[in-house]
């Protein structure tokens, strides 16, 4: 038999590989559908690939590849034998077939046993040989198999800081020391030591310190004493206060430099007075023992709590798996998938996407799109318990039966690849995810149907100089409005101001915070704040040839066939720590924004001269024969406030300088956006008059005609890459040279749609009106009669209805849990992580993101 078998594998030895370091093993799930060892036919595993393929998507990567031998894995789920059998161990076939895969979570651990099983198989006639067969296979065979079987499932081979990093148990924490000092924590009031801070506190659970974290770059965190502290003392564990709940809490181990699992955390609480048992963590992130009575809480009027929810099944009702914190992933794309145009592209076009799909399927995103959108969408993953089951669970008088959902990993792992924030295990701004998702479906949509078109629109800015009256109209692409939330228009607003003082007098005489007060604001308030003119500071009127007042207002030049609207619910603290307001918008069912639209240019109007504000140079640098700009004027005291943030100083006076010195906050948001830029902490450089030409007169001095060709280097890096260096040139244009904007450009723009626009930026200034700006594809002369060089854009009336709207809880866009409500049917089902059911009551007034379709004309 041995000769046997080593005579049969022979032909295919050269394909079979031994993983190597850096080769990912996919042996917990299909590259093309949800089928994993537990599944009924098992999964294939590549012996050469290493990819993994369901029974129905192996031989698609026989045909395509010719690799024939595949290793078949297999798990048998049953449920324990009751009586004396009971609490025996599990029964294995081999021990180590699965090491490294866990248990299916929708299976109960204490109620079930699992049976591994694997084998080697050889298309294309499905030859079978058993594993181990350690003696009768080939040395290099019985190695590669073995490698297989005990590899780490792919993506536990991430960075340490991956979205799928295990936390592992301290090696403090059986033996930590607690000082005998009577420390006891009261149950609120809490306060750093050392700074007086109320964000971010840390529990030394060796003496009972309360002190500050460190400071983060998105603004919140604090000054670091609590690291400080470890210098000091070496006590190494420490908890994060406002995360202890009956479930656990947040641990960090400062000499071990990571976060910890602590399995003895109760009795370290109880020892300054904490039982873990009490605590229940309120929406802003405090705590209060249970019996107290708090109001109801968003938590609970957003998910619905306390409502016997009725579960639904099928295709469209199918959950989505929360990885760790990845619940802003599962509601952006349940609600994109719940649309005619990505329904359409990724699953109506299925066969084709996976036929034509590249060797490594897990590392396309269009193969991933049509994988999730398949899943959702075929009702396989979502069906209802059978009859016998029911039965028997009521006779038990338990109902256990899950939704499974499925689980977005390939996906995510896809789609985040190379993006510092989406690829880690934090939560993240789902507002922020919409747009990147719609960025790489613009970027992979290139020469083809592109589904995002149908949120596509146009905007058209009109800037008017105060003292000449006249104008200039320019046109750019966006996708979502940002709708402001007028605090002063709240209809219960003496009870706000109430609430406010009494909130202080408590934070200042440490006594229990007063019963949170919701403010209501009227949705025609938002509406209204969201149409009136913005003042455009610093504003250069190319006119006067001077700085004069200037006011920008927004319409619509398109209406998109969906549209996209955010509540601005986010803001800064005056201690610049990011801070969710808490309101509640009465959004109405029904839209109408006809009285939007743009006009263009009236004939009573006269336009601004096309001209760019001059240079201004230094004093001291006016003489200078190359005329380059040395001391630019830059509001030091706004840098040195970023840069104590943890910001380079460079970045923070770029920062500020780009931003025209409108102060701090404008100058954050521009470091947000510029963080991944390659020079973002290199000096600030600006721009050299290396000839100023034939003298002009002193009317027209430093004025630049707009035709004037972006910064060389930026043109040399497009270039490099491939593209023409006219092409380069119009992208760089489009985008006010900005480079990572003008690469997208590119890809959503090709050569033979470009025409000689030019770029009409002398008047405006950086954007932070209602409309977001937040993608990053811009063209200032666009307009929708223009078919050739113009962006696809979908016109139509301006009257919409809500059909879905994504929901957050929590008091900042980086922690708290998100959910959707989508219209199907003519019914609201709430999606909450892999739980799907008929909403009873969907909280429209507590929205983050809502979607509308728009309406037909007729």
Known sequence: ????????????????????????????????????????????????????????????????????????????VKEKATGAAAGAIPRRRNGKVFLDLELNRDFNGEDYEYEDEAKLVIFPDHFEIPLPNIEELPALVTIACDAVLNSPSAYKKQEPDSWEEEIQVSKHARSLRQLDNEVRIPPRGWKCQKCEMRENLWLNLTDGAVLCGKWFFDGSGGNGHALDHFKETKYPLAVKMDTITPDGADVYSFEEEEAVLDPHISEHLSHFGIDMLTQTKTENGHHTDNNSRPRVSEWEVIQESGMKLKAVFGSGYTGIKNLGNSCYLGTVMQVLFSIPDFQRMYVGNLQKIYDYSPLDPSQDFATQMAKLGHGLLSGQFSKPPMKSELIEQVMKEEYKHQQKGVSPRMLKAMVSRGHPEFSSIRQQDAHEFLLHVINVVERNSAGSENPSDVFRFLVEERVQCCQTRQVRYNQRVDYCIQL?????????????????????????????????????IPFTACLQAFTEPDNVPDFWSSALQAKSAGVKTSRFASFPEYLILQIKKFTFGDDWVPKKLDLAIDVPDFLDLSRLRATGLQASEEELPDLLPPIVLAEDTRDNSMGSIDSPEIDEAAVMQLAEMGFPLEACRKAVYYTGNMGPEMAFNWIIAHMEEPDFAEPLTLPSIMDPGPS?????????????????????????????????????????????????????????????????????????????????????????????????????????????????????????????????????????????CLSERPPKDLGYIYFYHRLSSS
Request: charged residues 25%.
């Open 1 to 76: 038999m041995a000769a046997d078998l080593g005579e049969l594998l022979v032909p295919y030895m050269p394909t079979v590989r031994v993983p190597r370091t850096g080769d990912r093993v996919f042996k917990s799930e299909c590259a093309f559908s949800f089928d994993s060892p537990e599944s009924e036919g098992g999964l294939y595993v590549c012996m050469n690939t290493f990819l993994g393929f369901g029974r129905e998507h192996v031989e698609r990567h026989y045909r395509k590849t010719g690799q024939s031998v595949y290793m078949h894995l297999k798990r048998h």
């Open 484 to 520: 402001p939330a007028p605090f002063e228009a709240a209809t219960n607003r003496e009870e706000l101001l109430a609430y406010e003082a009494k909130r202080k007098d408590a934070e200042e005489n440490m006594r229990a915070p007063p019963e949170p007060v919701r403010a209501r």
């Open 696 to 836: 002009t007169s002193d009317s027209t001095v430093g004025a630049t005609p707009l035709g004037n060709s972006p910064p060389e280097e930026s043109i040399a890096i497009l270039t490099s890459m491939g593209f023409p260096r006219a092409h380069s040139i119009q992208a760089l244009k489009a985008t006010n040279n900005n480079l990572e904007r003008a690469l997208d450009w590119i890809f959503t723009h090709p050569e033979e749609e470009e025409s000689d626009a030019l770029s009409d930026m002398a008047d405006t200034e950086p954007n932070d009106n209602a409309f977001s700006n937040a993608n990053s594809h811009s063209n200032s002369t666009l307009s929708p009669d223009r078919d050739v060089s113009g962006p696809r854009v979908k016109d139509g009336p301006g009257r919409y209805e809500l059909f879905a709207f994504i929901s957050h809880m929590g008091a900042s866009t980086m922690s708290g849990h998100y959910v959707c409500h989508i219209k199907k049917e003519g019914r609201w089902v709430i999606y909450n992580d892999h739980k799907v």
